[in-house]
């Protein structure tokens, strides 16, 4: 009995790991992030070129800290960090040129701090960062690069939120969009 369980156990293992493992061997790469409780950092860096996509999913719930690092050539980069508490921060940097999509979306409720930065020439931004579950808010956006499409929209909601996009680079097109309720709330938004 003890062998056969043994030998279940093993090509369950293995199954397993090829198929963790199958999107590497295709360029892509995937990663999901769970934490629940105080103080939880989660960081993920991801590379992929030639049409490959690195998706990231970081779901966090009490004040905990994600990174995001993505880049590549000709890739799509998709990252998603949901944070519900006081204190979160979230930091999502992505890169790339050659016909590069970078997406990224960040939803906090509570006191907490966004980052975002997509540059690369030839290359299509988009950034969506919603805090508005909390107070004390500072969300941060920076796009640029040569030839790019970008878009930032920035949503707060409550007390002393800060939201500063900077867009910028030759031949581009810039969109962003702040929305702002609550008090001493304030915008500022640079396009060239």
């Known amino acids: ?46 590379t992929a070129t030639g049409g490959n996509t ?55 409720d509570g006191a907490n701090t966004a980052d975002v930065t997509q540059s690369g020439d030839g290359s299509t931004n988009d950034s969506t960062i919603d805090q508005s579950g909390g107070a004390g808010n500072i969300a941060t956006v920076i796009q640029g690069g040569d030839g790019n499409m970008n878009t930032s929209t920035v949503t707060q909601t409550g007390d002393g939120n800060t939201a500063t996009i900077g867009q910028s680079g030759t031949e581009v097109t810039n969109t962003s969009t702040v929305l702002q309720q609550g008090n001493l709330n304030t915008a500022t938004v640079t396009q060239n």
């Open 1 to 46: 009995m003890g062998d056969s369980t043994m030998t279940r156990m093993t090509a369950t293992a293995v199954a397993l790991v090829l198929a963790l493992s199958a999107p590497a061997f295709a360029g892509s790469s995937t990663s999901t992030i769970d934490q629940i409780g105080d103080g939880n950092t989660a960081g993920v860096t991801q």
């Open 54 to 108: 690195n998706t990231s999913d970081i779901d966090q719930v009490t004040n905990g800290q994600a990174t995001v690092v993505q880049g590549g050539t000709g890739a799509e980069n998709d990252s998603t960090v949901t944070q519900t508490g006081d204190g979160s921060i979230a930091d999502v940097d992505q890169s790339g040129s050659g016909a590069t999509i970078n997406t990224s979306t960040i939803t906090q």
